[in-house]
């Protein structure tokens, strides 16, 4: 069966500053990975996602996410917040084999300061 | 190409009434999932739909059903609502029948149960 575990529902960064959300997954098989983000009152909209072509992925808004397999991990990175980044991120997996079915982390919150 | 598109945006039901709610996928996409999403259970998937058979489905009690139309267009059904049920409905769709494909969401339908 496969999870996803996302460290700190919440997570505050001074503008400006690195961000850093931690995803750590499991998967019996090799995983297709998957960052979203949510604005207020809408729905999810995708940042990047990990499909084995590279293991470092970049995605849309500046984001970037690192696939590595000995940590079973896939965290998402920013050099430099921006206010709009603040949202609530959600990791997500999906097995490589099967029907599809996205099992979602339970999401971080970003809140950036002034 | 217009996105996934769920209807309606905000609805209030009372206990024991039933609620459907609809789903247009992006066009050409044949799968649609649908997820609840709540503060306290974050996004948990409830079913998936491919060319009008359900394929995977979450755990969730008999009183949620869906289904879909041979355009692809999804209605997920609730009956006897409860209390519980209040929540954000949320449809995605995806274009092809394999795993790790991007599943694209809508916007989501508000329900509050009173």
């Known amino acids: 069966a496969q999870s996803v575990t996302q460290l700190g529902s919440h997570v505050s960064v001074s503008e400006g500053a690195l961000v850093l959300l931690r995803c750590n997954y499991s998967?019996?098989?090799?995983?297709?990975l998957f960052w979203y983000v949510q604005y207020p009152n809408q729905g999810l909209q995708l940042l990047l996602k990990?499909?084995?072509?590279?293991?470092l992925v970049k995605g849309i808004n500046g984001f970037e996410a690192e696939f590595k397999k000995s940590e079973t991990s896939f965290h998402l990175t920013k050099p430099s917040a921006h206010m709009s980044d603040a949202a609530e991120y959600f990791c997500?997996?999906?097995?490589?084999?099967?029907?599809?079915?996205?099992?979602f982390g339970i999401g971080t919150k970003l809140q950036v300061i002034p | 190409k217009a996105g996934v598109t769920q209807t309606p945006r905000y609805l209030i039901k009372t206990r024991g009434q039933q609620v459907t709610l609809s789903c247009s996928p992006i066009?050409?996409?044949?799968?649609v999932s649908w997820y609840q999403q709540t503060p306290g259970q974050g996004l948990q998937f409830l079913f998936e739909y491919f060319s009008e058979t359900q394929r995977n489905k979450g755990n969730f009690p008999g009183r949620f059903s869906g289904r879909q139309f041979s355009n692809s267009r999804s209605e997920m059904n609730v009956s006897t609502l409860e209390l519980g049920d209040s929540a954000l409905y949320l449809c995605a769709s995806s274009p092809a029948d394999g795993s790790g494909n991007t599943i694209y969401f809508g916007e989501g339908s508000w329900l509050t149960v009173v």
């Open positions: 990990y499909t084995s072509a590279a293991t």
């Open positions: 997500a997996v999906s097995e490589t084999r099967g029907y599809q079915k996205v099992t």
């Open positions: 066009s050409g996409h044949r799968s």
């Open positions: 998967s019996s098989v090799p995983p297709y």
